[in-house]
């Protein structure tokens, strides 16, 4: 069985229960495969980054085999602006949608339809998947400075530090895994004094297990999420905060995605 979101993001919980935490968010647009039903729950997996997760019911459109596939086949616009409006032409009410929102169907115009819904955006806030270029990653990280921190989240409202990370990079065409541990299994390692804008650097807490992960930047810095997304001084110790006069982060390594110019 196959649903897709239709709200602007949707939580995707641990457990089939709303004092569960949220371990991620299904974005508008999203499709996913049924796994389980349990207590008014569906656990399902996202098809664009196979995360696993428990939805809440009511918040689910079913859709069909057919219709899964021929969305699937369907070349996607997505938006990427970090938060727009979309009108539904049936019900006359606007929806809000986070940039890596999927509108299949959409025409040059900007009217896309989804499930026997149609809607309407400006042409401004979507590029086709063609389109989405793996150059001006650095500029689309800035767009969401001060986005505050949220545990599972991954839009401008909230979004955690493999959230903002698998947003960013999903925007320029490049589809990571959700969370920061498989993410670092991604792309080549590269040494912290070669860096470059755009690279990815990890952390690792006194275990060794990867707990963070930022964007690099010019000049020994960093866009990461902590607290807020925000910018950090950064060197092979870690990330340094100006703020707290203090390392946040350890035990750093870089991994290249190819997309540095």
């Not at 999903?170 to 895994?177: A, Y």
Request: with cysteine.
């Amino acid at each position: 069985m196959y649903g897709i979101n239709l709200n602007s993001a949707t939580p995707l919980r641990l457990e089939p229960d709303h004092r569960s935490e949220m371990v991620s968010q299904v974005l508008f647009g999203e499709r996913f495969l049924f796994e389980d039903r349990r207590n008014h729950f569906c656990k399902i997996t996202n098809e664009r980054d196979q995360y696993s997760g428990w939805m809440d019911e009511k918040a689910i459109t079913e859709i069909s085999e057919q219709e899964n596939r021929e969305l699937a086949e369907q070349m996607s616009y997505y938006a990427v602006t970090p938060l727009a409006e979309a009108f539904d032409l049936i019900t006359r009410c606007v929806i809000r949608i986070p940039a890596g929102s999927v509108l299949p169907h959409c025409d040059t115009i900007g009217k896309f339809s989804l499930h026997e819904k149609k809607f309407q955006i400006h042409r401004d806030f979507i590029l086709p998947e063609s389109e989405l270029s793996r150059e001006g990653l650095e500029l689309t990280a800035f767009a969401f400075i001060n986005t505050p921190y949220l545990w599972g989240g991954k839009t401008v409202l909230g979004m955690d530090c493999s959230g903002f990370v698998q947003l960013v990079f999903g925007l320029h065409g490049i589809r990571l895994p959700r969370d920061a541990g498989d993410q670092a299994e991604t792309g080549i390692p590269i040494a912290l004094n070669d860096l470059a804008s755009g690279d990815l650097v990890f952390f690792r807490n006194e275990t060794g297990r990867v707990v963070h992960v930022g964007i690099a930047l010019e000049n020994q810095h960093i866009i990461h999420a902590s607290g807020r997304v925000k910018i950090d001084f950064l060197d092979e110790q870690g990330i340094y905060s100006e703020e707290y006069r203090d390392y946040t982060h350890q035990y750093p390594f870089g991994r290249r995605m190819a997309v540095s110019s």
